[in-house]
Every structure is written in C-alpha cells, then in structure tokens.
C-alpha cells in the first residue's frame, strides 16, 4: 500500500491562503504526476492541480491565478498554495500519485474550510 501523507488543512477566512503538502515515498514520487483533488460536501470529487514529474502543471478553471501547485523532489513533496479562498471552496482535499497505467493511490484527506 503506497502511503500518501497530507497535511496543512485548516480554517481559513475567506480571502485567506492555506498551504497543502503531500509527502510520500521516492520510488512514487520520482514516477508519477502528482494531484490535488477535492470533494465538498454533497459533491464529486474534482481535479485541483496536477503536476507532471517535468513540472508540467495543469489546473481547474475556477482555481487558476489563485493556486499554485509545486514539487520538491529532494523532499519528495507536493505542494498546493490556495490563495484568496472562497467559502464554496470549502472541502476534503486530496493528494494523488499517478504512475499511469490507471495506476495510482491517494491520501487520506485533508480538511480545508473558508469561513464566510
């Protein structure tokens, strides 16, 4: 079981920024496209951010110009800096691991909430 660990979830006003990292192993890390994706209450899970292992990076319409979406791969670490944040933005978000072959895993979730 490839291991995802998020962190950087918290409460945030809105207008506020929040950092999200992903951590997880070298072997993963060094292979695949890495993702932010979030689910709000009610709704379906959808793409944030990806990030190809070039650093080719790709993003929802609604979020572009506000995030930003990084890799250390020294640290093996995905970063997600959310910026100007809105309440309907409020959701879990999750890391994602691509190595292709419509193989990959997930994190466990990170709690993000904007308060109006």
């Known amino acids: 079981q490839v291991q995802l660990v998020e962190s950087g979830g918290g409460l945030v006003q809105a207008g506020g920024s929040l950092r999200l990292s992903c951590v997880t192993s070298g072997d993963i890390f060094r292979r695949s496209t890495m993702g932010w994706y979030r689910q709000a209450p009610g709704k379906q899970r959808e793409l944030v951010a990806r990030?190809?292992?070039?650093?080719?990076?790709n993003y929802a319409d609604s979020v572009k110009g506000r995030f930003a979406i990084s890799r250390d791969n020294a640290k093996n670490t995905v970063y997600l800096q959310m910026n100007s944040l809105k309440p309907e933005e409020t959701a879990v978000y999750y890391c994602?691991?691509?190595w292709g072959n419509g193989s990959g895993s997930w994190g466990q979730g990170t709690q993000g909430t904007v308060a109006s």
């Open positions: 994602n691991a691509d």
């Open positions: 990030i190809t292992g070039g650093g080719f990076t």
